[in-house]
């Protein structure tokens, strides 16, 4: 049996460089009715232990540290007993919310995590911010791309410690090769798939 896939929004604000935006974040849990895993943890902690209802939460994958998809992070952790993973290139940002504090463990290009008889495997993909990481469910054609792909092309490379060239390397090289129906769930906003932001690339690149 699959896994499934479930989807929760909420509502906070992202600072970096002595800026606040409102924003509004994904979670993602995957899993079945006995286990998952949460897939970043934005602003409302309490919102998130909700969704889990009790199931035993095996880890929380962050796709990247900045503060709106990891503010809830160590609270969630906390009431549900489960280990942060994290790239360590992003430790900068995570530092910023958590000063003296780590996250539990360091998430490597590669890693894999089973879940409910999936399998999520994690692929490094830098720029938007150095350690910014996506997660592919191979066997459901899924692949939970944090704020590196969104529903109409890149994410944001506009701040501290990002970088254009290596978002749009990152996306050519780790997630456009992926096949073209496979769904694209994003940080924040609506779904994609991997063939039409293929389209979208390939508008950008003329």
């Known amino acids: 049996m699959a896994a499934t896939i479930e989807n929760l929004v909420t509502s906070g604000t992202f600072s970096l460089d002595g800026g606040t935006w ?4 994904n979670v993602w849990i995957v899993g079945d009715s006995d286990e998952c895993v949460i ?3 934005p602003h409302d902690a309490a919102a998130i232990i909700n969704q889990v209802q009790g199931r035993r939460v095996l880890a929380i994958l962050l796709t990247h540290a900045h503060n709106d998809h990891i503010g809830a992070a160590r609270e969630v952790a906390e009431a549900v007993d489960a280990p942060i993973y994290l790239h360590p290139d992003d430790l900068m940002l995570w530092e910023q919310v958590y000063p003296g504090d780590r996250p539990d463990r360091e998430l490597s ?3 894999t ?3 409910a008889g999936s399998t999520l495997k994690a692929i490094h993909t830098p720029g938007h911010s150095p350690g910014s990481t996506c997660f ?3 066997n459901e054609g899924t692949v939970f791309t944090g704020d590196t792909l969104f529903n109409g092309g890149p994410g944001a490379t506009g701040r501290s410690y990002s970088d254009y060239p290596t978002i749009l390397a990152s996306i050519r090289e780790r997630l456009l090769v992926l096949p073209s129906d496979t769904v694209v769930r994003t940080g924040h906003g609506d779904n994609t798939t991997i063939g039409a932001e293929q389209e979208t690339l390939a508008k950008i690149s003329q």
Not at 22 to 25: E, P
């Open 136 to 138: 592919v469910l191979e």
């Open 39 to 41: 897939i970043d943890s």
């Open 109 to 111: 290009d590669g890693d």
């Open 22 to 25: 409102d924003v509004d974040n």
């Open 113 to 115: 995590f089973q879940v």
